[in-house]
């Protein structure tokens, strides 16, 4: 069965540092989507990507952040310059099309910055 | 704006009895509306949908829900539970075609299964 995948699954990096979160969603799919989950807190929207362009981005998603999908298979989010409170974890989901609804996620990207 | 309340952060039950987890929704139209499944260290799983068709939507492992428009629910329930249905459950509304159809998380409910 195809699914979404992610890597690395833990990413420890220090405060200031760049760091690339990567995704390959299911490969005939269409929409992509970054989540993230702050640890006890509940899973939020980041951003949205249709047609290789942001189609909505949340008040989280500033210019620290970016997305990409840079060969047609590999969906990025980029975050230039890490502060504390973007540990989390990250999810990458994607979906087929707007027939089904169902969005498919990825195990997700643990996120530690110290 | 559409969002879930999920009214219960904690279910307790024993196993080979009934579960039943809550979730109210509010939608400006006709919502799509999910539960996922969240097991320790593991991603989100889809348990079942509802997209306006039948009301009572059967999901895997057992699982079903109900969509109720005049209470604006959408209950999550299984008449056995099994130790391995211990997790975190989300109720998820879609943000819908006006919003990228990005999902709107509850706050969750763990669900804690006693042997």
């Known amino acids: 069965e195809p699914e979404v995948t992610q890597t690395p699954s833990h990413q420890v990096t220090q405060m200031g540092q760049e760091v690339i979160l990567r995704c390959v969603p299911i490969s005939n799919h269409l929409y992509f989507y970054w989540y993230r989950q702050i640890l006890g807190q509940k899973v939020e929207f980041l951003v949205s990507?249709?047609?290789?362009?942001?189609?909505?981005k949340s008040e989280i998603f500033d210019d620290q952040f970016s997305v990409e999908r840079p060969d047609g298979s590999n969906f990025t989010l980029k975050i230039r310059s890490t502060k504390l409170e973007d540990s989390a974890m990250y999810f990458c989901a994607s979906m087929g099309g707007v027939i089904s609804y169902e969005q498919y996620f990825g195990p997700g990207t643990r996120l530690t910055v110290t | 704006a559409q969002s879930v309340t999920q009214l219960d952060s904690h279910v307790s039950v024993s196993e080979g009895t009934p579960v039943l987890l809550r979730c109210n929704y509010s939608?400006?139209?006709?919502?799509?509306l999910f539960w996922y499944v969240q097991h320790p260290n593991k991603g989100l799983q889809l348990l079942l949908k509802y997209t306006s068709a039948a009301t009572l939507v059967k999901g895997i492992n057992g699982f079903e829900a109900e969509f109720k428009k005049s209470e604006t629910s959408f209950h999550l329930t299984k008449p056995s539970a099994h130790m391995s249905d211990a997790a975190e459950y989300f109720c998820?509304?879609?943000?819908?075609?006006?919003?990228?159809?990005?999902?709107?998380f509850g706050s969750g409910t763990r669900l804690l299964v006693r042997p």
């Open positions: 990507f249709y047609n290789n362009e942001i189609s909505e």
């Open positions: 939608s400006s139209y006709s919502p799509s």
């Open positions: 998820v509304v879609s943000g819908g075609m006006d919003s990228s159809y990005k999902l709107i």
